[in-house]
């Protein structure tokens, strides 16, 4: 018999040291940046207080847009990559023709490069050129040619849009790891007593596949929270000003002009809203979670 | 058990000291090639250690052309340097590259639109590019550019672009004879001509919108503020005057717009690429767009039968315009400090200020007409020179006359885009300009704005 049966805490010493070299002391020097007036222009570095926190919160300034098309973005594609990823994840554990083949190009789009994925989209939604429209003009729908991707009103929809059909076969896989996860004897006992398919996809579906889906959730979230480059490749935060800029590529941009204090304050604000969003919705999705 | 602690022992010293080999492999033959280089080795010895550099070059897409690329296949065939062009889309080119510079990663040579205000606040070449007065080229480049890529005397760039080249209208001679169209010498002309080419079922001109910088290039007409007010330029540089409220600078976005609007642009300029612009005027769908001279043997090379001399230009008709703008000096190549490979960067260099590659870029590039080196030839067309001709007086841009104001080319870009939109209004744009000058300035301490 083991005297002891956990590992010194010494072995985790290794790992724990790099990980805060890399990760955590970065991140606490960067909020501390966030309170200086770093940037390009000079190699001095003098503390000026809340002032970077006073622009980012401006409302002269667009970085409170910036802050919400980023919590838009989030919200809408992690509810919508969830439902639809369920809905087809569902199709994909029934008995269906060439089963393998349909989840392959359901999954194929997230195999893709985002920046190819960005740029075949940005050919296809061309207003004049693009494929979309000049299919909705050859079967007579020209109402429904639009310009996706450069009127204030449509763009970031056509992102988001964009975003979720690369990345829905991602999340419909693991959904299907968590579908085929639940033991088949739930299945004959709720039919049994007379369950129907909704009835059976309520009961046992759902309620089993909450930690997944929790898992999904959180995925998404983070995802959403830091999404570059399909914004990026699509609409580098146009069409005029910030229609569809968020937090990162707002961030890229204030690096690029050398206004690093500004771009460290507005990623601080972002981690603040990142961690109350995360504890929260972790805290939510796993209290009631059914544990087999 | 001790004899595997002595074996695993063993194993770990031995993998350490294979790491630490590694690392050191690439300082090594460095080292080497440099003492070869001071003791004067044989050109054999020199070629062999070129064959294993590749020199990075890092460009916006438009400012490397076809030409260039031929060339630098030569240059490796001569020098056994490879280069690996990294050619960014031009709405993304600036922030990457000062990203880069800002970071300490920027690849060899680097390129960045030029003046004598925005390599010192922008691109701070005395602390990231290479001073390159002692080059064998250095003295072949043209006086005024020369200025524009100089700081306390010491170059540090090398021109790429024709800067006898103007940003102007360029318009398709056959369709104005066939409208009986005539140049515009005013602004209620220019209207004039875009109703009637309307009227005949054209689109006026071809704007690209989504590449942000390309519509910005209008702003070149800010030279009618200068016309109006000579000391402008120097009034903006030291605080004393601002974009906003300026008469000239209104009228012109105003009219800008008013092209926008009225729908001389068609219907599709958020979305229309650069790139596509000579397609668009061999179609003959469109009839005029902003370009430099140059652009009749770029529609020539997409398709044969149109003929070089067939583009026209004029002056841009803003504010009632009738005056060149020029830049002296335009888009230029950079040997990033922090190079390993500065030597082979500059071969690259002295290779594209020969004499041979000057005649070949001017010879095989429509809109170089006049690289700005003394010992690059010259090579007008008729239609080019009666261009020249028509408007005697040249004035400065912006770009280049006034600080602060080429750095954010691209922020300009993209609040013109809200301008179009209907976001922003003239006054709006002209006030972002004034407000993100004064940052530029209060960050790099400038004593006009402190």
């Known amino acids: ?292 | 058990m001790k004899s595997k602690r002595v074996l695993a022992m063993i194993l770990g010293a031995a993998m350490t000291v294979a790491t630490l080999a590694g690392c050191g492999s690439s300082a090594a033959p460095a080292a080497s090639s440099t003492s070869e280089t001071k003791e004067a080795a044989s050109s054999d010895e020199a070629s062999a250690s070129d064959e294993d550099v590749t020199i990075t070059f890092m460009a916006s897409q438009d400012w490397v052309q076809d030409a260039e690329l031929e060339l630098g296949e030569k240059f490796t065939e001569e020098t056994g340097i490879k280069v690996d062009y990294q050619i960014i889309p031009s709405d993304q080119y600036e922030n990457l590259l000062l990203t880069k510079l800002n970071t300490g990663e920027c690849a060899d040579i680097f390129c960045g639109q030029s003046s004598v205000f925005s390599i010192v606040s922008q691109f701070d070449v005395e602390k990231n590019a290479l001073d390159l007065s002692g080059e064998s080229w250095a003295g072949n480049v043209d006086e005024a550019a020369a200025y524009e890529l100089s700081v306390d005397g010491k170059l540090y760039g090398q021109p790429i672009q024709d800067v006898s080249a103007c940003w102007a209208v360029a318009y398709n001679r056959a369709i104005f004879d066939e409208l009986g169209l005539s140049i515009p010498t005013n602004y209620a002309e220019f209207t004039a001509v875009c109703d009637a080419i309307l009227a005949a079922g054209k689109t006026p001109i071809y704007e690209c919108v989504s590449d942000t910088w390309h519509h910005t290039c209008w702003l070149e007409g800010a030279i009618a503020a200068t016309k109006a007010d000579a000391s402008l330029p120097g009034k903006l540089n030291n605080n004393e005057a601002t974009f906003a409220g300026n008469a000239q600078l209104t009228t012109l976005l105003t009219q800008l717009k008013e092209m926008a609007d009225k729908g001389y642009w068609g219907d599709n300029y958020m979305s229309n690429a650069y790139s596509d612009t000579a397609t668009s005027m061999a179609s003959g769908e469109y009839v005029m767009t902003l370009y430099n001279q140059g652009l009749g043997t770029e529609i020539n090379a997409v398709d044969p039968s149109f003929d070089i001399d067939n583009i026209g230009y004029f002056a841009i008709p803003f504010c009632d315009n009738q005056n060149l703008n020029v830049n002296p000096c335009g888009p230029s190549r950079f040997i990033y400090s922090g190079s390993k490979n500065a030597d082979a960067a500059k071969k690259y260099l002295e290779f594209m200020a020969s004499d041979e590659s000057l005649a070949y870029m001017t010879e095989n590039v429509g809109k170089f007409n006049q690289l700005p080196y003394k010992n690059a030839p010259s090579a007008y067309s008729d239609v080019v020179q009666d261009f020249y001709d028509r408007y005697p007086e040249k004035i400065a841009v912006f770009q280049a006359s006034v600080k602060y104001f080429n750095p954010q080319w691209m922020e300009m870009g993209t609040n013109l885009s809200a301008m179009f939109l209907g976001e922003m209004t003239p006054d709006e744009v002209l006030q972002d300009i004034d407000k993100l000058r004064a940052e530029q300035a209060e960050a790099a301490s400038d004593a006009a704005w402190n």
């Open chain 1, 1 to 292: 018999m083991q005297k002891k049966n956990t590992y010194p805490i010494y072995f985790a010493l290794g790992a724990l040291i790099i990980y805060t070299v890399l990760f955590v002391l970065p991140s606490i020097i960067g909020i501390g940046y966030s309170f200086t007036d770093w940037s390009s222009y000079s190699d001095e570095l003098h503390f000026v207080g809340l002032k970077n926190f006073k622009t980012v919160l401006s409302a002269d300034e667009n970085y409170m847009k910036i802050i919400g098309n980023t919590l838009k973005f989030t919200l809408i594609t992690t509810i919508l990559k969830n439902l639809i990823g369920l809905i087809l994840a569902v199709v994909m554990t029934k008995s269906i023709k060439f089963l393998n083949a349909h989840r392959g190009i359901m999954f194929m789009p997230n195999v893709l490069s985002t920046l190819i994925v960005g740029m075949i989209f940005k050919s296809i939604l061309d207003p004049v050129h693009g494929l979309l429209n000049n299919m909705f003009r050859s079967v007579g729908l020209d109402m429904l040619a639009k310009k996706w991707l450069v009127s204030s009103e449509l763009a970031f929809g056509s992102v988001m849009a964009v975003d979720i059909w690369r990345g829905v076969g991602y999340i419909m896989t693991i959904l299907i790891a968590g579908i085929l996860s639940i033991s088949s004897d739930y299945y004959e006992a709720s039919a049994i007593d007379g369950a129907n398919g909704w009835q059976k996809f309520r009961y046992v579906t759902l309620p089993l596949l909450l930690p997944t889906i929790a898992t999904t959730t959180v995925l998404n979230v983070i995802y959403g929270l830091k999404v570059f480059d399909m914004v990026y490749a699509l609409t580098n935060g146009g069409p005029g000003k910030a229609t569809t800029e968020v937090l990162y590529t707002a961030v890229f941009k204030r690096f690029g002009t050398g206004q690093y204090a500004v771009g460290t304050a507005l990623s601080s604000v972002m981690f603040v809203i990142m961690l109350i969003i995360g504890g929260y919705m972790i805290h939510i999705m796993t209290k009631d979670e059914v544990v087999e």
